[in-house]
């Protein structure tokens, strides 16, 4: 069976082979009489006439053929350039795919080895090893610069918080991978935990407030405060009625940098519960102010609502003239500083901030913060952080040591910055944002470009008084 089977496939074999040979020679002789005909090659053939081994590919790849008839028709170097190109493509792929998919970290541990060899903006390497400690399952960036993202919140803030982190990371945080530091009067639920862990891949610190820094200090009595916060409730003084509210800003003036989560850190960038960021950031802005030498950053400045702060003018000009040697001589008080003399209300909006921590934790801005605390402002007014850290930055900060963030489109509540300029991927109206500095609302924004043009006025002024070089000429002397 078996040999007269295979003997009847040989012959099978031998007779389709003799009809290919019979088929390709009859082929071939209609090849020749078309290129005799006038085809100048065989690439102007149509398909039905390309010779049998091409046919055949075709037969198994119909959808191939014309692109091989198109890559027959390539000559001299083209093919063994085009070849060299789609090579290149296939080994860069991985290059390419982790550059974009920068924040999906070890979750794709094959392209980690690629990743080392990309690098920011900036040169610096953008891949790390994954650290070990706790956050050793969650792999991060290099950090080139020690700065964190510090949240003040409660469980109850959870969700808002969420919606900020979602936008901070999409549109800063997934390319950078800075930590962030959550911080609690009281211990954060699990619930707190676990959902903003998962919302990142960077790492997260959790602590809880040390209660000297969250209480009323021993010199301010709690039913002399009490009795103040009423007082505010029948004033209307925003806020005012509300303990926690006085705590919190009291924190934030006075204690945020002390806490021992972010003695690691130099740079902080607060978040708010619900706050929206507009824009793309394709830069990190705390290396950029590390290399500025930037102490703090806002994106809106407003006037302050003075039921709030009756005496905090007046406590900080007390405070400059007993301390009048904290104080360098190029500061920002012209900026703040009415023509009467008075406070002109103008502050850098807090609930938005990047910042130095050093500049908090420095000997200048303590002295202010307990001269300002001693006298039981943050209790028996409403003193916020956002005045008393702006009155810091204009007393002991330059005009370079500050900066207008203007690309980051931000908002809280219903205050918003939406950049006119250096647009990067925006998804907010330009037009907003010259409603926002329009008269009504724009009158600090003004003052502070009008400050920074007095100021390069003046600096030219000095400039063009101070004596000029002479041309050294050359003296002769003979003997
Ligand atoms: N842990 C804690 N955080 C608070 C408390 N009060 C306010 N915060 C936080 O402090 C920040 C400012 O508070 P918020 O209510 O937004 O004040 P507003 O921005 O001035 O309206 C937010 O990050 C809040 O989550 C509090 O009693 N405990
Ligand atoms: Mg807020």
Known sequence: ?????????????????????????????????????????????????????????????????????????????????????????????????????????????????????LHNAHGQPIY?????????TKWRPKQTVRAAIVVLARDSDCEGVLRSMARMEQRFNAKFGYPYVFLNNDPFGAGFVNRTSAATSARTLYGVIPPEHWGYPSFVDPKAAAKARMDMHR??????DRESYHHMCRYYSGFFHLHPLLQEFDYYWRMEPDVHYYCDLDYDPFLYMQEKRIKYGFVITIEELPATIPSLWATTQAFMAAHSSLLPAANLLSFVRAPSGDYNLCHFWSNFELGDVNFFRSEAYRSYFDYLDRTGGFFFERWGDAPVHSLAAAMFLNSTEVHFFQDIGYRHNSYKHCPAEQRNNCDCDALEAVAFHSPSFGVCHRRWRNFLAAEDAARLRTEAARPQPQP?????RSG
């Open 235 to 240: 004033h209307r003084v925003l806020y005012g």
């Open 128 to 136: 790390a090893e994954a650290t070990k400690d706790a956050a050793a």
């Open 472 to 476: 050294r000429v050359g003296v002769w």
């Open 1 to 117: 069976m078996r040999g007269r089977d295979s003997s009847s496939g040989a012959s099978a074999a031998s007779s389709s082979h003799n009809m290919s040979v019979l088929e390709s020679s009859s082929r071939a002789g209609q090849v020749s009489s078309m290129l005799a005909a006038g085809a100048s090659s065989m690439r102007d053939l149509p398909t039905a006439q390309l010779p049998h081994r091409v046919r055949a590919a075709c037969r198994r790849l119909p959808n191939w053929c014309p692109e091989f008839r198109w890559w027959q028709r390539l000559q001299g170097v083209w093919r063994p350039l085009l070849a060299t190109f789609f090579l290149g493509l296939l080994f860069a792929s991985p290059l390419i795919w982790s550059s974009q998919h920068q924040h999906l970290g070890n979750r794709r541990a094959g392209y980690r080895f690629v990743g080392r060899f």
